[in-house]
């Protein structure tokens, strides 16, 4: 095995140069970026010292890479990834892995055929706070879980953003808005937290607040098979906004905001208390607590270094690519419960998702309007919990 990673970037608009910047620069060890790709021979002038192309079949067919890395529009995520795994190549990929179920069970196929290693940039997952909490409910800290609440209305984004890219926010370019977009972190991280849950009821604007075709606007109701239930809000049309998650246990209340993990820790366990207590008012006594967590390294540099440990040492994938299915199908389930007003059992019908998405895509009529205003820095797209 050779003790370094040749990777080619393929996309290199805001988050495709961003990655391909770092890995230029060295920043990642035993990482070589060695080829870029992009359609628009534009984005490739920057480019000059290494091999460009503006097709990714030849990228994957001309031996200069081991791996690639997928920083396209979303439907691209499918066809470019098989196409890497059928060629011998390691593939992280942007999230989501694609836009929907059935897409993600055809690369997940071609992933397991092929041998290769698959990770997906949620690098969200490596924020020292997610971890922190990730122990805490895994460590049983708060018992038995009984809701969850996450508001995450901070994603907000201007009308210049949406009409900055031409497959934005359209059903046939991106395949979804607010959803497939910017909460695919925040889906992952729900079910990397707490699992699947088996219902979903959604109710999701779509337009609400832009002109734009896809949904702006999401209150998602979720069951869990424990009886836990769960209320999902976001949007890309408030501001200020508000990013907290609160989470009730049998042994308190944990909730994040702000940066902050705060523990309100009951003395006794509540459910215990519930049935047992002889008065008609009492409650259970409860501790503060603000539970620190580490300042280690974080973000899409750590998720890339893991990629590559994971193709020369077999180190244990952070984000392992596969895993991001479960995001996608809980977009996918919120976007079906509104289109078919209804509540959804999990697992979601990934074909009957696939069909409505394809009516979508043949009628849609949305008319992308030129091109208004240019992209801001990617990095200022970037936030934590
Ligand atoms: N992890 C994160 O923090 C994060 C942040 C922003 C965006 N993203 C993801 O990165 C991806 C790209 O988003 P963006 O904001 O950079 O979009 P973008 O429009 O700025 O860039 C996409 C680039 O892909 C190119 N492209 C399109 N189809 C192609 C194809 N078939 N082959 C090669 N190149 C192709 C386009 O020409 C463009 O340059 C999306 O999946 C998005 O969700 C992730």
């Known amino acids: 095995m050779a003790n370094k990673v040749r990777i080619g970037v393929i996309g290199v608009g805001g988050m495709g140069t961003f990655h391909a910047r770092y890995l230029k620069a060295g920043e990642v060890k035993r990482c070589e970026l060695t080829a870029v790709c992009d359609i628009d021979p534009d984005r490739l002038k920057d480019w000059t ?21 997928i920083a396209t529009p979303h439907y691209d995520h499918t066809t470019i990834g098989i196409d890497a795994f059928q060629n011998g190549l390691h593939v992280l990929t942007e999230k989501p892995i694609s836009v929907h179920k059935a897409d993600c069970e055809k690369l997940i196929a071609a992933y397991k055929a092929s041998g290769k290693v698959f990770s997906v940039m949620y690098q969200m997952r490596t924020e020292p706070l997610c971890k922190k909490v990730k122990q805490l409910l895994n460590s049983g800290e708060l018992g038995q879980i009984v809701r969850i609440n996450w508001i995450v209305t901070d994603w907000f984004r201007t009308q210049a953003y949406y009409d900055s890219g031409g497959w934005r926010a359209t059903w046939k370019g991106e395949g979804g808005g607010v959803l497939l977009n910017q909460c695919p972190h ?38 869990y098979p424990n009886g836990a239930t769960g209320v999902f809000v976001t949007t890309t049309g408030e501001a200020p906004g508000t990013n907290r998650l609160e989470v009730a246990g049998d042994r308190g209340k944990l909730v994040v905001e702000g940066g902050k993990i705060t523990f309100i820790r009951n003395e006794e366990p509540m459910l215990e208390f519930l049935r047992t207590c002889p008065r008609g008012f009492g409650k259970p006594a409860v501790w503060n607590i603000e539970i620190p967590y580490g300042r280690e390294e974080s973000g899409h540099k750590v998720v890339t270094q893991n990629f590559v440990d994971a193709i020369l040492d077999g180190a244990e994938r952070i984000t392992p690519g596969e895993e991001g299915i479960n995001s996608v199908e809980l977009v996918n389930c919120m976007l079906y419960s509104t289109w078919t007003d209804s509540t959804v059992a999990l697992p979601l019908d990934g074909a009957a998702y696939e069909a409505k998405l394809r009516e979508l895509c043949a009628t849609s009529r949305f008319e992308k309007k030129e091109v208004k205003a240019k992209q801001d820095d990617i990095a200022s797209s970037f936030k934590s919990v």
């Not at 010292?49 to 890395?69: H, K, M, N, Q, W």
């Not at 009821?201 to 069951?223: M, N, P, Q, S």
């Open 186 to 223: 925040n889906l992952d991280l729900l079910q990397w937290w707490f699992g699947m849950p088996s219902k979903i009821r959604a109710f999701c604007g779509f337009g609400k607040w832009h002109d734009i075709e896809v949904e702006d606007a999401v209150t998602a109701y979720l069951e």
């Open 49 to 69: 010292d290494i091999p460009t192309f503006t097709d990714s079949r030849e990228l994957i067919r001309s031996g200069l890479v081991d791996a690639v890395l």
